[in-house]
């Protein structure tokens, strides 16, 4: 089996993939924008053989990589980035390749477009937001500022402030904001993006989030939650410190709606990340407190270190689950007998704490597992300093969470 991995060195715990394909023994084909030289060791390990470009944007030299791939090794049978980023391009590669494994490019949008995904929801039956597609500067130009405005004014009469605008195509929480009143909407069309964005009602609510690896019959392998904080956008634009965990297990009511949305948007041969907010006030028409409701998919694993936590929670490999998904079609990894929560907290550079590094590693150093200082790319949503620990249970992980990230007097955000 040949498998093209796309960026296999970023995010840097990603040569894992490439590692256990290796085991299973595929012919693991990397495509990066890192020269050789400049690989660490696991990732060149973790490699039959890699292929350096300068830039993984210009799609005429994938290609050519793509087609040396294909005249040395054969024809090609995956191709896979799990990486939100690289989505389309995986896609275009495996229309023009046709290699089967995979989403092509007529389908792409389905998995990426914050509007489409709302049909996919609909068919599932999973209550989630109202939303309103917002024209972009041309579009509004064309049609007429006061126009565009009256148009989310009489969405607005529907749902109320505040509302919340996003990047219809988009990963994370950059340039998302959250407008509480007409000044803000007024501002907001004053300076709109040349891109599509989405207008949706704001929902009271955490974020809890189904991960699984799905088979090629889109049948699940694996199946975790992850519990995340309210608004990763808050933590962006307000500089909060992240915290966030896996828990041992999860509700059955996430089990039913992860599993339904997967099989609404026809989801194969995947690791999947689909978010939920778990209500904390109750909506009219979505549901109560504690129900749950849609609020995006993302056709790939979870960002940051959250594969690896899986495994801390869950005592086991979601690497190997995704490398034997690929080459067996099936899971060889046993389950754990005992479940155990895993918990991230984020530091920032510009804060100080009540509690030294040393005071952090004095108390918990026996139950972290990762101590180290993030790559500036993720400094924005997940902090400098990443402390993750496993814990036994949820006041446990609460605990922890609080003590690594209280602020000393006269520091943090709010001060």
């Known amino acids: 089996m040949n498998f093209v991995f796309i960026s296999p060195q970023f995010p840097q715990t990603f040569w894992n993939f490439c590692d256990r394909l290796k085991k299973n023994g595929v012919n693991v084909l990397g495509i990066g924008d890192t020269p050789y030289d400049d690989l660490a060791q696991n990732v060149r390990d973790s490699l039959?053989?890699?292929?350096?470009?300068p830039s993984l944007e210009n799609y005429d030299d994938v290609f050519r990589a793509c087609a040396f791939f294909s005249f040395k090794y054969g024809k090609i049978d995956w191709v896979e980035s799990n990486n939100e980023y690289w989505l389309e391009l995986d896609a275009r590669i495996r229309t023009d390749f046709n290699v089967t494994t995979g989403v092509k490019s007529d389908k792409i949008e389905d998995f990426k477009s914050k509007a489409l995904m709302k049909i996919?929801?609909?068919k599932a039956g999973i209550p989630t937001a109202r939303q309103f597609r917002v024209k972009d500067h041309d579009a509004a130009e064309a049609a007429g500022l006061a126009s565009c405005l009256r148009e989310a004014k009489a969405f607005i009469a529907k749902t109320g402030y505040p509302v919340i605008v996003k990047p219809e195509i988009g990963v994370g929480a950059l340039a998302t904001y959250k407008l509480e009143n007409e000044e803000d909407l007024e501002k907001f069309y004053a300076d709109l993006p040349y891109h599509p964005y989405v207008m949706e009602e704001f929902i009271t609510g955490n974020i809890a989030s189904y991960d699984a690896v799905i088979n090629s019959k889109g049948e699940p392998l694996f199946e975790?939650?992850?519990c995340w904080p309210p608004s990763i956008m808050d933590i962006v634009?307000?500089?909060l410190d992240l915290a966030?965990?896996?828990?041992?297990?999860?509700?059955?009511?996430?089990?039913?709606?992860?599993?339904a949305a997967v099989k609404a948007f026809d989801v194969k041969g995947r690791f999947v990340h689909m978010e939920f907010f778990c209500l904390t006030k109750a909506k009219p028409g979505l549901g109560d407190v504690g129900d749950f409701v849609?609020?995006?998919?993302?056709?790939?694993?979870?960002?940051?270190?959250?594969?690896?936590?899986?495994d801390y929670a869950h005592s086991l490999d979601v690497y190997q689950i995704w490398a034997d998904m690929v080459a067996f079609d099936e899971r060889r990894f046993p389950a754990a007998e005992v479940e155990h929560f895993c918990a991230y907290a984020g530091r920032r550079d510009e804060y100080e704490y009540v509690h030294s590094h040393e005071e952090i590693m004095e108390k918990y150093g026996s139950r972290i597992v990762t101590c180290e200082r993030m790559p500036q790319l993720m400094?924005?949503?997940m902090g400098n300093m990443n402390y993750t620990a496993i814990l036994d249970d949820e006041e446990q992980t609460k605990e922890y969470i609080n003590?690594?990230?209280e602020y000393a007097p006269g520091s943090g955000p709010q001060a």
């Open 403 to 405: 003590f690594v990230q």
């Open 237 to 239: 634009n307000k500089r």
């Open 244 to 259: 966030y965990y896996v828990a041992a297990d999860m509700p059955e009511s996430l089990r039913k709606m992860g599993r």
């Open 294 to 310: 849609a609020l995006e998919v993302n056709m790939r694993p979870a960002g940051g270190y959250t594969p690896d936590m899986m």
């Open 224 to 226: 975790s939650m992850t």
């Open 48 to 53: 039959t053989e890699y292929y350096w470009l």
């Open 120 to 122: 996919q929801y609909e």
């Open 379 to 381: 400094w924005d949503q």
